[in-house]
T-cell receptor, first 113, second 114 residues
Framework: DTAVSQTPKYLVTQMGNDKSIKCEQN?????MYWYKQDSKKFLKIMFS???????INETVPNRFSPKSPDKAHLNLHINSLELGDSAVYFC????????????FGSGTRLTVV | AQSVTQPDIHITVSEGASLELRCNYS??????LFWYVQSPGQGLQLLLK??????LVQGIKGFEAEFKRSQSSFNLRKPSVHWSDAAEYFC????????????FGTGTRLKVLA
């Protein structure tokens, strides 16, 4: 069983479209995250939820909206996609506060054309 | 503010040679420190972590890292590199408590020559 699974793995879409990425973890972790990895491999946190509560909301355009229906799921919806949104988006999870490290999903490569 | 620096963007070593990847951090209190590895097309996998105790920590895949507070460094080492170690390596720092996010370094790409 995959511990942290993301769908889809690849997403190619046109500018202006709206898309969603889904993430599920079966580790029983309390906290889930979305990270963005740009073309230079730089990883930056976007959001974090702890037991369905938003706890981190970095400086991210409000076109990005996370949703956590339960502590095992964290989805990312992106409105009005722009070229600059092209990146790899990683979901991750951790026990409380992440002090034991994250478990990452395999990523969603988003390409906006 | 927290920051992590990985001075080497690319490193090339021969298979069987030793490896050291550098990581320097800036943090006002005692940090949690991590090394992750990312193989092509994959997510990041935790290699090892440090918070307190013995400053030399052992991780998976034969890796180890040494915390040196005086140098604000947490360098990753492996005595003998295998071709399968070719990947991107990321150092990360997290606060000791009260926060849930890590700051990642920019990564070091390791190439292994046969």
């Amino acid at each position: 069983d995959t511990a942290v699974s993301q769908t889809p793995k690849y997403l190619v879409t046109q500018m202006g479209n709206d898309k969603s990425i889904k993430c599920e973890q079966n580790l029983g972790h309390d906290t889930m995250y979305w990270y963005k990895q740009d073309s230079k491999k730089f990883l930056k946190i976007m959001f974090s939820y702890n037991n369905k509560e938003l706890i981190i909301n970095e400086t991210v355009p409000n076109r990005f909206s996370p949703k956590s229906p339960d502590k095992a799921h964290l989805n990312l919806h992106i409105n009005s996609l722009e070229l600059g949104d092209s990146a790899v988006y990683f979901c991750a999870s951790s026990p409380y506060e992440g002090t034991n490290g994250y478990t990452f999903g395999s990523g969603t490569r988003l390409t906006v054309v | 503010a927290q920051s992590v620096t990985q001075p080497d963007i690319h490193i090339t070593v021969s298979e069987g040679a030793s490896l050291e990847l550098r990581c320097n951090y800036s943090y006002g209190a005692t940090p949690y420190l991590f090394w992750y590895v990312q193989s092509p097309g994959q997510g990041l996998q935790l290699l090892l972590k440090y918070f307190s105790g013995d400053t030399l920590v052992q991780g998976i895949k034969g890796f180890e890292a040494e915390f040196k507070r005086s140098q604000s460094s947490f360098n990753l080492r492996k005595p003998s590199v295998h071709w399968s170690d070719a990947a991107e390596y990321f150092c990360a720092v997290g606060a000791a408590s009260g926060t849930y996010k890590y700051i990642f370094g920019t990564g070091t790409r390791l190439k292994v020559l046969a």
